[in-house]
């Protein structure tokens, strides 16, 4: 079955402590990663895609094929990072639905 | 930088009564999708569209549902008969190309049924 497993719902760091946000998925292909964030009253965007390896914001997340995980990581956590974020996969042939995990609400203090 | 649209904002109707959520995809985008987030759930998929037809639907998605692209830049679904398990926040993507890329959402509809 195809899943997507975010194991924190809520994580709370203070501003400038590393951030790590856990992505585990099940799939048997070759599975496409995404990290979505959502801002408060704002719209799911675009933060990152496993095939582009590219950092945004100061975010990074490298696909673990050994471990079927895609965390989402920041050295450096700051207030305006604090949002809802999720992690999706897309299964490849079957019109590119989006699997959603729970998400993890990121809690930044000052 | 172009962005997905969504109208209404906010929807609230009476159970039984037909509603309409409109989307306006990215205009040079393919591939069209429609997903739901129930208050504290997760957000789920429920149809994409390629070519003017489904491509793939979930099994959420049953005969009390259908979506159109009516004339070349809108993508609405319809929902025939609302239940009150309908309401959620509805969300419209869209992507240039159904590998590669990720999808492009809307703001939402949030859809009250009572």
């Known amino acids: 079955a195809q899943r997507v497993t975010q194991p924190e719902k809520l994580l709370s760091v203070f501003k400038g402590a590393p951030v790590e946000l856990k992505c585990n998925y099940s799939y048997s292909g070759s599975p496409e990663l995404f990290w979505y964030v959502q801002y408060s009253r704002q719209r799911l965007q675009l933060l990152l895609r496993h095939i582009s390896r590219e950092s945004i914001k100061g975010f990074t997340a490298d696909l673990n094929k050994g471990e079927t995980s895609f965390h989402l990581k920041k050295p450096f956590a700051q207030e305006e990072d604090s949002a809802m974020y999720y992690c999706?996969?897309?299964?490849w042939g079957q019109g590119g639905k989006l699997i959603f995990g729970q998400g993890t609400e990121l809690s930044v203090k000052p | 930088e172009p962005e997905v649209t969504q109208t209404p904002s906010h929807q609230v109707t009476q159970m039984g009564q037909e509603v309409i959520l409109r989307c306006v995809p990215i205009s040079n985008h393919l591939y069209f999708y429609w997903y739901r987030q129930i208050l504290g759930q997760k957000v789920e998929f429920l149809v994409s569209f390629y070519n003017n037809e489904i491509s793939e639907k979930s099994e959420i998605f049953d005969d009390q549902f259908s979506v159109e692209r009516p004339d070349g830049s809108n993508f609405t679904l319809k929902i025939r008969s609302t239940k009150l398990e309908d309401s959620a926040m509805y969300f419209c993507a869209s992507s240039p190309l159904v590998t590669g890329w990720g999808q492009f959402f809307g703001p939402g509809t949030r859809l009250t049924v009572l």
């Open positions: 999706a996969l897309k299964a």
